[in-house]
Nanobody, 115 residues
Framework: QVQLVESGGGLVQPGGSLRLSCATS????????LGWHRQAPGKQRELVAA???????NYVDSVKGRFTISRDNAKNTVSLQMNSLKPEDTAVYYC?????????WGQGTQVTVSS
């Protein structure tokens, strides 16, 4: 079955960087749209970054210029490079894979930005 496993979360100071990775299995990776959502305490889950199967990207305005999504079709992974992190980036980050009406989620990884 389809599985997504995130890694790379942790505690970082404001202005620092983290790189999240999502390893996938059980799917034809190149066919899927991929992305990252996040959910902060008391807030709704929001889309952070997405990449289509053809490589097009979009980002929520609050992370533009700071976060970069990438995919490696040879390794079946999707990554999120996060730079210039702010306390408001603190959340659980979830990767997803979507093909037509089917969406699969990882279990989430905690990112905490604090001094």
């Amino acid at each position: 079955q389809v599985q997504l496993v995130e890694s790379g979360g942790g505690l970082v100071q404001p202005g620092g960087s983290l790189r999240l990775s999502c390893a996938t299995s059980g799917m034809i990776f190149s066919m899927y749209g991929l992305g990252w959502h996040r959910q902060a305490p008391g807030k709704q889950r929001e889309l952070v970054a997405a990449m289509g199967s053809g490589g097009s990207t979009n980002y929520v305005d609050s992370v533009k210029g700071r976060f970069t999504i990438s995919r490696d079709n040879a390794k079946n992974t999707v990554s999120l490079q996060m730079n210039s992190l702010k306390p408001e980036d603190t959340a659980v980050y979830y990767c997803y894979a979507r093909l037509r009406s089917d969406t699969y989620w990882g279990q989430g990884t905690q990112v905490t930005v604090s001094s």
